[in-house]
T-cell receptor, first 117, second 111 residues
Framework: GAVVSQHPSWVICKSGTSVKIECRSLDFQATTMFWYRQFPKQSLMLMATSNEGSKATYEQGVEKDKFLINHASLTLSTLTVTSAHPEDSSFYIC?????????????FGEGSWLTVV | DAKTTQPTSMDCAEGRAANLPCNHSTISGNEYVYWYRQIHSQGPQYIIH???NNETNEMASLIITEDRKSSTLILPHATLRDTAVYYCIVRVKAAGNKLTFGGGTRVLVKP
């Protein structure tokens, strides 16, 4: 299947700082990328959908000014958590879809653990 | 997207077949049934998907009832590495359509 890679796998940052997580599609052009967050022992919650070259569409209750999503190219999307606080500590996962890949199956990255101290 | 209902958890014996049920009684005609699994602290892994015919790949088999209101994922010979949370999701198969995750089934494969 298609490969989606996230970086970093884990990050620790101080409260009040910003942290960026990258999501790359390694062997296909991702026309759409999705960002999820997952708290311990809970399911994945969709945060936003981003189409290449367009503004992201955020799910209800997700602050767009706090979780900045950029999808400037067909192989890279970034999620920036601004002014991070301990309650933002979570597992962040991206996934990618493509108009150019038959089957329209969505593939996921490995996830990024964020700890805010 | 239609909602799905799965048992919260189930155990199965190593080497035996694991049958994971999923109800999706409000599925629409153009929605596919997708299965993903998530091993602890990893991103979800795609397993299989289908519309109305039974499907099989190297990982699993998917059996969809004739009325499409339910399906069963079959892991033919469960191994300890199959311990994971399994998610059944219905989705219109089109680029840009999201996957909405429910609670999934926590499967524990025991030796």
């Amino acid at each position: 299947g298609a490969v989606v890679s996230q970086h970093p796998s884990w990050v620790i940052c101080k409260s009040g700082t910003s942290v960026k997580i990258e999501c790359r599609s390694l062997d296909f052009q991702a026309t759409t990328m999705f960002w999820y967050r997952q708290f311990p022992k809970q399911s994945l919650m969709l945060m936003a959908t981003s189409n290449e070259g367009s503004k992201a569409t955020y799910e209800q209750g997700v602050e767009k000014d706090k979780f900045l999503i950029n999808h400037a190219s067909l192989t890279l999307s970034t999620l920036t958590v601004t002014s991070a606080h301990p309650e933002d500590s979570s597992f962040y996962i991206c996934s990618a879809d493509s108009l150019y890949v038959s089957g329209n199956t969505i593939y996921f990255g490995e996830g990024s653990w964020l700890t805010v101290v | 997207d239609a909602k799905t209902t799965q048992p919260t958890s189930m155990d199965c014996a190593e080497g035996r077949a694991a049958n994971l049920p999923c109800n999706h009684s409000t599925i629409s005609g153009n929605e596919y049934v997708y299965w993903y699994r998530q091993i602890h602290s990893q991103g979800p892994q795609y397993i299989i998907h289908g519309l109305k015919n039974n499907e099989t790949n190297e990982m699993a088999s998917l059996i969809i009832t004739e009325d499409r209101k339910s399906s069963t994922l079959i892991l033919p010979h469960a191994t300890l590495r199959d311990t994971a949370v399994y998610y059944c999701i219905v989705r219109v198969k089109a680029a840009g359509n999201k996957l909405t995750f429910g609670g999934g089934t926590r499967v524990l494969v025991k030796p």
